[in-house]
């Protein structure tokens, strides 16, 4: 039985996948101090309450967090008895290497996704994702990740928002019923989310006309449904992307 584990900025993210489905996916925030058996304790009481009584045989980790890897490694290693893959390590072996700069360092969550995007949808991708940054992953028609765009996740901005504005409060991110807002928490909502609708939909059209092709741009990631509802930004919303891509990259590895 597999866990695999994706270590975000925010959050870190596990899942038991028995070969042809997900039994389960549990959340906690991603904390550098967190010790393995912090980990344990939490993970063993979610997977109690689930009812799952399953032997973890095999760990992959993907993080972009290198401080929590110590721990996670210390983990799987006292608990289940394995030496975890870690995405992104020379012994952790890809279906196919990214073709970027020489001496660019890929972060794994773009490598998770790459791979799990071509899978199920072949080549000419757009990967859209929803974290703590909002990225764009371009994907070959090989499957080779071949670069990308990086831009201030959503939440991130309304943070920035809130700290750089003594006058602004905090909000939360939703759909407002009008882009003309008549009050601060209004005004603040439209211009985050119609300026990510806006974004989102420029820099997809700009990749395409670069690629000079058609591509297929999905969306993963907490918040792309909520984007997804008005406009028709994605033609394909995932919303285990991450994980599926972390089974798939497991796969390859036990195969070669």
Known sequence: MLLAIDCGNTNTVFSIWDGEKFLCTLRT????????????????????HYGIDVEITDVIISSTVPRVVFNLRVFTDRFFGCRPLVVGKPECLLPREPRVDEGTIVGPDRLVN?????????????????????????????????????????????????????????????????????????????????????LVKEICERIKAEREREMTVIGTGGLAPLFAETEALFDVLEDDLTMHGLTVIHNHNKEG
Not at 29 to 48: E, I, M, N, P, Q
Not at 165 to 184: E, F, M, R, Y
């Open 29 to 48: 925030s991603t904390h550098h101090a967190r010790t393995a058996d912090a980990y344990f304790t939490w993970y063993s009481t979610l997977v109690k």
């Open 114 to 198: 790459t791979a799990g995007a071509f899978d199920r949808h072949g080549g000419d991708l757009i990967v859209v994702d929803f974290g703590t940054a909002t990225t764009f992953d371009v994907v070959s028609k090989d499957g080779n990740y071949i670069g990308g765009v990086i831009a201030p996740g959503v939440n991130l901005s309304l943070e920035a928002l809130h700290m750089a504005a003594a006058a602004l409060p905090h909000v939360d991110i939703s759909k407002p019923q009008k882009v003309v807002g008549t009050n601060t928490v209004a005004c603040m909502q439209s211009g985050v989310f119609w300026g990510y609708i806006g």
